[in-house]
């Protein structure tokens, strides 16, 4: 009789480079397949602090914005800096899962692992973010800069950025980033499994069931966090060439990112970009759990 199999966890026996493996290619697959929307959304939320932004305009058209982009700067104009968050988001996501599997099974014992541990689940995910986003930080800030109409190289965007405001620029948004993404993988990993227990409560290897489950909690939580994002976006990008208004280049913490928002936009400048940040971040959370969902199913073969 074939043994079942809980694919909600690996097993106490699997390796840890198998939870490392899992994790970096979701991380992958998660962010270069809908970087060119994450792109749109970096440049409608600084859209007023470059040049030639026009004060107050409203958020443009997420779809016109596409078509003018690929029509004025060319199609490959919304896959500058993805090698950035692809280099970073592999060993970033290995550690942010792995950081994840450890702390569930250390807090929630064998025999309640089929249960429902909402507050266990969110206090994994919260450490797994933490951890992450420690490494990841530097990678989004040299991203956010190259989706700004920059023609740099990574290399070149990040020996810039050191050279003309120091090491710290890298992590001036790390406190806003855990802030905005604590809620954010806490909720994440909380909507997943419930939702999964409840739809797969066999907890079978179903892509389908891991995919509609990733893209519900994706969507959910981006929408939650779209306040938070906006002023991380204005403090990884404050220093860039393209960057013009001065309350902006001045925000280097988060209370003066958030009056720059406020005084520019007033409240509604808090959720630009809201929809792409939506449209991006539901199937790549989507992509995100059923590709790591496959990439543990596919190691088990080899157990």
């Known amino acids: 009789m074939e043994q079942e199999i809980d694919y909600e966890s690996l097993p106490e026996s699997a390796p840890l480079g198998y939870q490392l493996t899992a994790g970096a290619f979701a991380g992958i697959m998660e962010h270069s397949i809908m970087f ?7 440049r409608i939320q600084a859209a007023n602090s470059i040049v030639g932004g026009a004060k107050n305009a409203p958020p443009p058209n997420m779809l016109a914005y596409i078509a003018k982009i690929s029509t004025t700067e060319g199609s490959l104009a919304l896959w500058k800096g993805v090698q950035s968050v692809i280099l970073g988001a592999g060993p970033a996501h290995a550690v942010y899962f792995a950081t994840y599997e450890v702390c569930k099974f250390n807090l929630i014992n064998a025999e309640d692992m089929q249960t429902h541990q909402p507050l266990k689940t969110a206090l994994s995910g919260t450490a797994a973010t933490i951890a992450a986003d420690a490494l990841m930080n530097p990678f989004d800030t040299i991203k956010q800069r190259l989706q700004l109409h920059s023609n740099d190289s990574m290399v070149k965007c990040a020996l810039r950025i050191y050279q003309n ?61 779209t306040p938070l994002d906006c002023v991380k976006t204005v403090l990884q990008v404050r220093g860039s060439d393209t960057v013009q208004s001065q309350i902006f280049r001045r925000a280097d913490t988060f209370k003066k990112a958030a009056s720059a928002i406020y005084q520019t936009y007033g409240w509604k400048g808090f959720w630009r970009g809201l929809k792409p940040r939506v449209v991006s971040n539901m199937p790549a959370t989507a992509i995100s759990w059923t590709t790591y969902e496959f990439a543990k199913h596919f190691l088990f073969k080899f157990e």
């Open 165 to 225: 405001e120091g090491y710290a620029a890298f992590f001036y948004s790390y406190p806003t980033t855990i802030a905005m993404n604590i809620p954010f993988a806490a909720l994440n990993f909380v909507i997943y499994e419930s939702s999964i227990k409840f739809v797969n409560p066999s907890n079978s290897y179903s892509p389908w069931i891991h995919c509609l489950c990733g893209g519900i909690s994706g969507a959910t939580c981006a929408a939650i966090t």
């Open 36 to 42: 060119p929307i994450d792109a749109i959304k970096t």
